[in-house]
T-cell receptor, first 112, second 114 residues
């Protein structure tokens, strides 16, 4: 069955360092992959989308990589700030009218 | 742009009553809206896909008679939890499809059934 794995344990890093979050998937051929940020008690906020034929995408301090051979996406936040503390969700989409499937998310805590 | 609102943001009700949650796209039209449910420390689970002017498509295991969805206009979809029970207590989130590849989420509605 299709499965998305994110490290459900919290990731604690020091302010200023680069945070790297991992999203692995199995039995899936996504057309594209998305990363969202979710704060407690709030809905997710879209951050980045990367397509299957793209290796890397950047947006300000955010960088996403997508390796369809490893079936993995890495999400990087450089120069992390306490305000980056949140849960980050990866979501996979097979394209067309297929639904989006979300991972459980990784909670990031940036320590001042 | 691309703002989605939900109302109410939280609701407490007695077991057996019905609760209606509204989802509005404020500055764009959404042919398709989605309803999710999220339990603590779990991922978003899609409940149903709502298309304007047609019946909603429910995911496997979601009771269509219990979770009534109406998408009467391009900016409004409603989810009614009928005869709510404590096990229906959850965080309900809607999203609106801006383009085929992006969903814009509402702030969520926390439902507590006593």
């Amino acid at each position: 069955s299709q499965k998305i794995e994110q490290n459900s344990e919290a990731l604690n890093i020091q302010e200023g360092k680069t945070a790297t979050l991992t999203c692995n998937y199995t039995n899936y051929s996504p057309a594209y992959l998305q990363w969202y940020r979710q704060d407690p008690g709030r809905g997710p906020v879209f951050l980045l989308l990367i397509r299957e034929n793209e290796k890397e995408k950047r947006k300000e301090r955010l960088k996403v990589t997508f390796d369809t051979t490893l079936k993995q996406s890495l999400f990087h936040i450089t120069a992390s700030q306490p305000a980056d503390s949140a849960t980050y969700l990866c979501a996979l989409h097979s394209g067309g009218y297929q639904k989006v499937t979300f991972g459980i998310g990784t909670k990031l805590q940036v320590i001042p | 742009g691309a703002v989605v609102s939900q109302h109410p943001s939280w609701v407490i009700c007695k077991s057996g009553t019905s609760v209606k949650i509204e989802c509005r796209s404020l500055d764009f039209q959404a042919t398709t809206m989605f309803w999710y449910r999220q339990f603590p420390k779990q991922s978003l689970m899609l409940m149903a896909t709502s298309n304007e002017g047609s019946k909603a498509t429910y995911e496997q295991g979601v009771e269509k008679d219990k979770f009534l969805i109406n998408h009467a206009s391009l900016t409004l979809s409603t989810l009614t939890v009928t005869s709510a029970h404590p096990e229906d207590s959850s965080f309900y989130i809607c999203s609106a499809e801006g383009d085929r590849e992006t969903q814009y989420f509402g702030p969520g509605t926390r439902l507590l059934v006593l």
